[in-house]
């Protein structure tokens, strides 16, 4: 258990309407992810964060945005919902350890737009 | 883009059987990670494997990472019902950031 928690756990919202997803973090870490999980597809990252207002781009970031204004948040925003960003959105963090970082995952977040 | 091809897609097996699935790239990473995912859930780390030519046991399962460090394989040995999930490897690069490949979906069948 990597003190994550993700919420909402699910959600449906209508095409249009802005959606925020939170990840919430217990153990202080720096690096945060955002990664959508589709079929055919498998795990793609959206944004990540290496520190409190420092943020960067992943490969599928088109259509997100995120923040992180205090180390255990990181926000990520669609701020205009789409049919394609249905998916499992799932939020993780870089723990260091013996044999290097490991990243470990929240337990998901469903989100339909319909 | 970090590619990782992982092959097979899907794979059944009669419980008690071995198997073996396989993650490549034409990528270096600097560590390769196993995960496994139910369904509803998040990915769960299984292995981390950083040395070229490594090979690490859990239990029935071995791990090994490529001499060149660019593929790796998963082995199951007398594989159990509670092995069925979705196997993903995951490539260490850049910025501590990971690459997926899609999958082995494993189900093994009592």
């Known amino acids: 258990d990597a003190g994550i928690t993700q919420s909402p756990r699910h959600k449906v919202t209508e095409t249009g309407t802005p959606v925020t997803l939170r990840c919430h973090q217990t153990?202080?870490?720096?690096?945060m992810y955002w990664y959508r999980q589709d079929p055919g597809h498998g795990l793609r990252l959206i944004h990540y964060?290496?520190?409190?207002?420092?943020?960067d781009k992943g490969e599928v970031s088109d259509g997100y945005s995120v923040s992180r204004s205090k180390t255990e948040d990181f926000l990520l925003t669609l701020e205009s919902a789409t049919s394609s960003q249905t998916s499992v959105y799932f939020c993780?963090?870089?723990?260091?350890?013996?044999?290097?970082?490991?990243?470990?995952f929240g337990e998901g977040s469903w989100l339909t737009v319909v | 883009t970090q590619l990782l091809e992982q092959s097979p897609q899907f794979l059944s097996i009669q419980e008690g059987e071995n198997l073996t699935v396989y993650c490549n790239s034409s990528?270096?990473?600097?560590?390769l990670q196993w995960y496994r995912q139910e369904p509803g859930e998040g990915p769960v780390l299984l292995v981390t494997?950083?040395?070229?030519?490594e090979v690490k046991k859990l239990k029935r399962l071995t791990f090994q990472f490529g001499d060149a460090r660019k593929d790796s394989s998963l082995h199951i040995t007398a594989a159990q019902t509670g092995d069925t999930g979705l196997y993903l490897c995951?490539?260490?690069?850049?910025?501590?950031?990971?690459?997926f490949g899609k999958g082995n979906q494993v189900v093994v069948i009592p």
């Open positions: 993780a963090i870089s723990r260091q350890g013996a044999v290097g970082n490991t990243i470990y």
């Open positions: 153990e202080n870490h720096r690096y």
């Open positions: 964060s290496y520190g409190v207002k420092d943020t």
């Open positions: 990528s270096v990473f600097s560590s």
């Open positions: 494997v950083v040395t070229g030519g």
């Open positions: 995951a490539g260490v690069y850049g910025n501590n950031r990971l690459a």
